[in-house]
């Protein structure tokens, strides 16, 4: 197992490196993100996205959707290190949760003329993205998804003329019924 | 730490505060302290604490104990806590009164010391405007916390006051701070006293899951070679634990070692007791640990220090942890059945269910053979001659004169402090306090200062070295202003001693800057600070020194000159297992001990 920071051991051959999802509810208290996200900076682990807002005005309470990744055993520890800080009410980790649901929205500005302009706006279609904006020579697109979705469309935009993006990062529900 | 609150709070709240004697912030806070049981805060005022130095100057129940520095108020309030059980707390101003201390509280984090630090902060309007002597001081401190407080409305302090002492002291204790502008210090509000709301988000599990206990006794039953690893969490659960410590060891018949900050939960008088464990422990804690085949850890973390290396730690055992944090299990080593809960009700589980399931002492006779073979290794032999005092020597003296005394030891950090832990037999818990997890220099002088005025009556000793002791030495004019006692007995070698053995078997014998061409006369120190000087330096008038110094009524530092080489054995060296282990006089070259690969680790 890794041991960052070890005084006498680094282990050689790492294990499989795995992606997963964590919900972490806090209670909405000033300096509570800086909390979250200082631990994983400490530790050494990874953020690959974050995405944060109250999501109970009545209870303070607020829901922070991180994208991490690391050996089976780094995530065990992330779990368990994110339990221990006071305001986190709950965590929960959706990796190999099969009713999990996770979407990104994503803004994309394209700028291009002539067969290039045609090309963005059909792919857009095929996307199912919405036009938010526009003008003779740019489209603004909406575009809501899986991240692996949002990548593809980021990508074919790239030769039509990709000018700008801005994401939100993950938000994650699991299906059915019953709260968490 | 589940005892810590119990004494509190001290009376019951005025009828008159309940329904709206208004208090300014400065008055909540102190109120607050004293309803949570403190006594005593150590401190140090400046221009952000002046409202809460003018509250403490108008009552008597808290009293205020001044430093030198603010480290040392961080460390004395540790040595009050590791000594009491209750929760030690500080007081220092905004800016270097807040990161003064901040290496005290990562200490006592690192450690699991229960610590309230109270800060003052530049008024509310002026955070943020790099105003004078301000610092982003919760920011500082968030990874040197278990947790911490920017108080901004006046109306919320007291509540944070009471949690504050509630998350220090449970679960897994640990330094908590409270940051407090000045303008909330002034501005006033309710007192209503402690409530007993429970917190919306921290819960600390505490009682074990039976079902695990039963799964652990039945693999303890089956046992043919175990040991009880146990740890600090048995001290900070309370004397209790100790107690059910000694049952558990005594019905179980299993031997016993133990982490340093564990030393006294289990007697080293006691017959099962095999020694601290690790890379300065005893040569058969060490190879038990190697070879037994059921690992009962207690209250411990599996810390480098302890495990060496850990593909090849203890290789042939089945392992199960008691831990109050759920991160510590699991973290170094992997356990095959991991307990959280407080060290004492998981022993006293435990306990019941060996009783329950077993009922009688393990069958160990062949296990209990094996270590004493590796006891007759004599793994902390010495030689003591007739010229020079040999530190271990020094330690053994300073025990035969104390142990049947109520005496206190804190220590610095090096080789005084690995020689204090192996020739200091403690025998109950709470009598050891030293900087473990941070490793300070500087820490067992202060530290001592805080015992001692927590057992006034007590022999509080501070097992230092010439370095570390300099650190922090200008907390003796504490000492004397408070006519705390305390015994400052320096092993002097002149020597950064870890350093230069380190120095000795990975650098190729290059002493880079671990000698000190100058030191101070510690006998004219002692006596320009207005307390005794000691000198010993033949073995011949130790013991009368040592005497002197016990029966001086007030703070003494004792000039102890002993072997300037002396290296601290047994050593698991970097990169090693728990077998291979070098010893005092085994004929190990110390310059090849160590491959290449180990030399790179630390």
Redesign the interface.
């Given at each position: 197992m890794t041991q960052p920071g070890s005084a006498y051991f680094i282990p050689e051959g790492e294990k499989p490196v795995i992606r997963t999802t964590l919900a972490v509810v806090v209670a909405n208290e000033p300096g509570v993100l800086a909390r979250v996200v200082g631990l994983f900076s400490a530790r050494g682990y990874n953020i690959e996205s974050l995405t944060v807002a109250e999501t109970d005005h009545e209870a303070h309470t607020s829901r922070i959707t991180i994208v991490t990744s690391g050996t089976v055993d780094v995530l065990e520890q992330i779990e368990a290190q994110l339990t221990r800080l006071v305001p986190v009410k709950r965590v929960i980790d959706f990796r190999g949760d099969a009713d999990a649901v996770s979407r990104e929205l994503a803004l994309i500005k394209v700028s291009g003329v002539g067969d290039h302009r045609v090309e963005a706006l059909r792919l857009s279609d095929a996307f199912k993205c919405r036009v938010m904006d526009a003008g003779l020579d740019w489209f603004t697109f909406e575009l809501t998804g899986s991240s692996r979705k949002l990548d593809d469309f980021i990508e074919l935009m790239r030769p039509l003329g990709l000018v700008e993006v801005s994401r939100t990062g993950v938000a994650t529900i699991r299906r059915g019924k019953a709260p968490l | 730490m589940t005892t810590a609150l119990a004494a509190q709070p001290t009376e019951p709240v005025a009828a008159a505060e309940m329904t709206g004697a208004e208090m300014t912030g400065a008055e909540i806070l102190v109120r607050a302290l004293r309803d949570n049981g403190v006594d005593t805060v150590f401190g140090y005022p400046g221009g952000a604490v002046l409202p809460i130095y003018d509250a403490i100057f108008q009552q008597e129940e808290v009293e205020h104990i001044l430093v030198r520095h603010e480290q040392g108020a961080s460390h004395m309030a540790e040595g009050y806590a590791r000594s009491t059980g209750k929760c030690g707390v500080l007081l220092v101003t905004s800016g270097p009164g807040a990161t003064n201390a901040v290496t005290g509280l990562v200490d006592a984090l690192m450690d699991s010391i229960p610590l309230v630090c109270i800060t003052g902060q530049v008024p509310t309007h002026l955070i943020g405007s790099d105003a004078f002597q301000e610092c982003d001081t919760?920011?500082i401190t968030?990874?040197a916390t278990?947790?911490n407080y920017?108080v901004?409305d006046v109306a919320d302090l007291e509540r944070i006051v009471h949690e504050a002492f509630h998350?220090a002291t449970s679960g897994?204790p640990g330094p908590v701070l409270i940051d407090i502008p000045k303008d909330v210090q002034f501005k006033k509000a309710f007192y209503r006293g402690r409530p007993n709301t429970p917190?919306?988000?921290?819960n600390p599990r505490t009682e074990p899951d039976l079902a695990l206990i039963d799964r652990a006794v039945a693999l303890m039953a089956t046992a043919k070679r175990p040991v009880l690893y146990t740890g600090g969490g048995i001290i900070n659960s309370g004397p209790e634990a100790s107690r059910l410590l000694r049952q558990l060891a005594e019905a179980t018949g299993f031997p016993v070692t133990s982490t340093l900050m564990g030393l006294g939960a289990y007697p080293a008088s006691g017959s099962q007791w095999l020694g601290m464990l690790g890379m300065h422990g005893s040569y058969e804690a060490n190879m038990v640990m190697h070879g037994c085949d059921v690992m009962v850890c207690l209250g411990a973390r599996f810390d480098?220090?302890v495990?060496?290396?850990?593909?090849a730690f203890s290789p042939g055992s089945r392992k199960i942890h008691v831990d109050i944090?759920?991160?510590s299990?699991?973290?170094?080593v992997?356990a095959e059945i991991g307990i959280q809960a407080d060290a004492g009700r998981a022993i006293a589980a435990l306990l019941a269910g060996w009783q329950a399931r077993v009922g009688r002492k393990a069958k160990l006779d062949d296990w209990w053979a094996q270590i004493d073979r590796w006891r007759a290794r004599k793994g902390f032999a010495y030689r003591q001659g007739s010229d020079v005092i040999k530190p271990q020597y020094a330690v053994e003296r300073l025990h035969a004169l104390t142990r049947h005394r109520s005496t206190y030891i804190t220590t610095e950090v090096g080789q005084h402090q690995m020689w204090a832990a192996q020739f200091y037999h403690f025998e109950e818990p709470n009598r050891w306090m030293t900087s473990g997890g941070l490793g300070t220099m500087g820490y067992g002088l202060p530290a001592a200062i805080g015992v001692q005025r927590a057992h006034p009556d007590a022999l509080v000793i501070d097992i230092a070295g010439e370095a570390s002791v300099q650190m922090t030495m200008q907390e003796m004019s504490c000492a004397v202003q408070y006519n705390l006692p305390v015994k400052i007995f320096i092993l002097n070698n002149e020597w950064m001693g870890m350093v230069r053995q380190w120095q000795q078997l990975l650098h190729g014998e290059r002493y880079s800057h671990s000698y000190s061409a100058a030191l101070p006369d510690f006998v004219k120190m002692a006596e320009a600070f207005g307390c005794k000087g000691l000198r010993a330096e033949t073995p011949a008038e130790l013991d009368a020194k040592i005497q002197e110094m016990i029966d001086y009524p007030g703070p003494v530092i004792f000039d102890c000159r002993v072997a300037k080489e002396e290296n601290c054995f047994p050593m698991i060296p970097?990169?090693a297992a728990h077998n291979e282990m070098i010893l005092p006089d085994d004929g190990t070259d110390l310059g090849t001990a160590i491959d290449e690969k180990g030399k790179q680790?630390?």
């Open positions: - | 919760t920011g968030r990874s278990k947790h920017l901004k998350v897994r917190h919306p988000s921290y480098d220090r495990t060496g290396r850990l593909d944090d759920p991160s299990i699991n973290k170094n992997r970097s990169g680790l630390v």
